[in-house]
């Protein structure tokens, strides 16, 4: 049986007073993924940067392997980035520095190592090798998803906590997307992120009615 490499007991979360969401309970197992749904104003992405330990919940706990030297579950305060890559609305990108260069920065700053030329073929296999050395500023909304897309080419971690990871991807940028969410389940990997597209991942999976609780997929 497949271990986990997350865990989520009994979530609350908070917002000026207001429950947005409670009793929030799941695992995700390697090779899985978990499809978060629910309303807008819901707290889903609330309940992401609780589970990457960007944000407190209100109560409850959250259970990451603590590296991937060390992958026994356990509580800590954040997991580093040979465990988890986080990708949320604000995408993370320093507008004034070219795709590659920000794969590189990224890279450099979680202690990673990453060449230029791994860069530069991440970044091709997202369609965007004639984007590379142009400014994020000037690339449209969705090759800028695309960028940070490329990023979890060159990434170790197990665990990908995904944002609305389709959003402004036109089709064929959708289906490159796609492709790359399978293969990191099917290599293995664990997922878990927000869409209002249906992602048609195969293989083990969940659907996470936030509100309603989980329904297999």
């Known amino acids: 049986m497949a271990s986990w490499v997350l865990k989520a007991m009994d979530l609350a979360c908070q917002k000026a007073q207001r429950t947005l969401f409670e009793g929030v309970s799941f695992s995700v197992p390697e090779g899985s993924w978990l499809h978060i749904?629910?309303?807008?104003?819901?707290?889903k992405s609330s309940l992401l940067r609780?589970?990457?330990?960007?944000?407190?919940?209100?109560?409850g706990q959250v259970l990451w392997p603590e590296s991937a030297q060390n992958p026994t579950p356990r509580s800590i305060s954040r997991p580093d980035r040979s465990v988890l890559h986080?990708?949320?609305h604000a995408l993370g990108l320093k507008h004034d520095l070219s795709a590659c260069d920000n794969l590189c920065l990224d890279a450099q700053v979680s202690g990673l190592p990453l060449s230029r030329d791994q860069a530069l073929q991440a970044l091709a296999a997202q369609g965007l090798q004639s984007r590379a050395h142009l400014p994020v500023r000037v690339l449209s909304q969705g090759q800028r998803q695309g960028v940070a897309l490329a990023r979890l080419r060159t990434s170790p971690a197990r665990l990908w906590v995904l944002d609305e990871p389709l959003v402004g991807l036109d089709?064929?940028?959708?289906?490159?997307?796609?492709a790359l969410l399978q293969s990191h389940v099917d290599a293995g990997g664990a997922l878990?992120?927000?869409?209002?597209?249906?992602?048609?991942?195969q293989g083990p999976g969940a659907r996470f009615h936030l509100g309603g609780g989980a329904v297999a997929a």
């Open 37 to 43: 749904e629910g309303a807008n104003g819901c707290g």
């Open 171 to 178: 089709a064929q940028a959708t289906a490159t997307a796609r």
């Open 50 to 59: 609780i589970l990457c330990g960007l944000s407190p919940a209100a109560s």
């Open 86 to 88: 986080y990708i949320g």
């Open 192 to 201: 878990v992120m927000t869409s209002h597209h249906d992602v048609q991942l």
